[in-house]
Nanobody, 124 residues
């Protein structure tokens, strides 16, 4: 079993930055692909970014390319999502998800474990 806890969400003005963290515990977490997804109120969950278990491969949704960056520190069982140039459309609950595979993917069905989410609100 893998337990995930997100942190770092909050309220920020448009153009600002936030850094989300995903703390993982459980077996073999350092080699599991990890993704970030988000869900805005009244909308479905959408893929944001993902990183392979060893950190060498990353995927991004088109709408965050050049603004968000995903990284991981396997020694500390942490995965980060650095979010810059935030705009109100980025307002959502952000979820961290881990897969049993070391390879990342952009579909939520690829991921086996999910955190509870952290709220990000961007004001205009």
């Amino acid at each position: 079993q893998v337990h995930l806890v997100e942190s770092g969400g909050g309220l920020v003005q448009a153009g600002g930055s936030l850094r989300l963290s995903c703390a993982a515990s459980g077996r073999t977490v350092s080699m599991t692909a990890t993704g970030w997804f988000r869900q805005a109120r009244g909308k479905g969950r959408e893929f944001v970014a993902a990183v392979s278990g060893y950190g060498g491969t990353t995927y991004y949704a088109d709408f965050v390319k050049g603004r968000f960056s995903i990284s991981r520190d396997n020694a500390k069982n942490l995965v980060f999502l650095q979010m810059n140039s935030l705009n109100p459309a980025d307002t959502a609950v952000y979820y961290c998800a881990a897969s049993r595979s070391v390879y990342p993917a952009t579909t939520d069905s690829h991921y086996d474990y999910w955190g509870q989410g952290t709220q990000v609100t961007v004001s205009s």
